[in-house]
T-cell receptor
Framework: ETGVTQTPRHLVMGMTNKKSLKCEQH?????MYWYKQSAKKPLELMFV???????ENNSVPSRFSPECPNSSHLFLHLHTLQPEDSALYLC????????????FGQGTRLTVV | DQQVKQNSPSLSVQEGRISILNCDYT??????FLWYKKYPAEGPTFLIS?????DKNEDGRFTVFLNKSAKHLSLHIVPSQPGDSAVYFC?????????????FGKGTRLSVIA
């Protein structure tokens, strides 16, 4: 139990599909993040939600749409993705204004076919 | 342009010897640095951190050294164990980060050979 839970763990979707990734944190944190990990690249920040408001959108294409209904839940809605979007998508949470580390979920391995 | 660089994609070390993982950064506003460890099929887990007011932080077998003038930090693992085999990510956070998230390097894959 890591405190940050992501579902599903694996997802294969076609380019015309619509799917959603879910993240839930049980740590009482008030900031949540989506990161993308592609092979041979640094972890790329996608979105930041702080106190349930989106505070950063790191030039992510509109085919990725985040949703943060409350401080414990974060979604990433996927629509008409491309094969190059195949990657490991990681959710993380932290306490805003606390220099403590971010806690990560186990990730969703996404394959777009 | 990468602000946090881990120039060695991989490292192999004999069990019992020292592992040294290196990280360089370019942004002088970074003042808090972390190392994360990642096993396959799992998310990164926090390992150790250091604030810029220190030049060394030690936790058991893990020690992080910070050289601010060189904008360089390193993680030492001694003695290395086979269970240490993982990808290690260096991350940095700027001054007064508030809700500014961490900036990560590409990672270094450590293999500890029994």
């Amino acid at each position: 139990e890591t405190g940050v839970t992501q579902t599903p763990r694996h997802l294969v979707m076609g380019m015309t599909n619509k799917k959603s990734l879910k993240c839930e944190q049980h740590l009482g944190h008030n900031a949540m993040y989506w990161y993308k990990q592609s092979a041979k690249k640094p972890l790329e920040l996608m979105f930041v939600y702080s106190l349930e408001e989106r505070v950063e959108n790191n030039s992510v294409p509109s085919r990725f749409s985040p949703e943060c209904p409350n401080s414990s839940h974060l979604f990433l809605h996927l629509h008409t993705l491309q094969p190059e979007d195949s990657a490991l998508y990681l959710c993380a949470s932290s306490q805003v204004r606390n220099r403590a580390e971010a806690f990560f979920g186990q990730g969703t391995r996404l394959t777009v076919v | 342009d990468q602000q946090v660089k881990q120039n060695s994609p991989s490292l192999s070390v004999q069990e019992g010897r020292i592992s040294i993982l290196n990280c360089d950064y370019t942004n002088s506003m970074f003042d808090y640095f972390l190392w994360y460890k990642k096993y396959p099929a799992e998310g990164p887990t926090f390992l150790i951190s250091i604030s810029s007011i220190k030049d060394k932080n030690e936790d058991g077998r893990f020690t992080v050294f910070l050289n601010k003038s060189a904008k360089h930090l390193s993680l030492h693992i001694v003695p290395s164990q086979p269970g240490d085999s993982a990808v290690y990510f260096c991350a940095a956070s700027p001054v007064n980060s508030g809700n500014t998230p961490l900036v990560f390097g590409k990672g270094t894959r450590l293999s500890v050979i029994a």
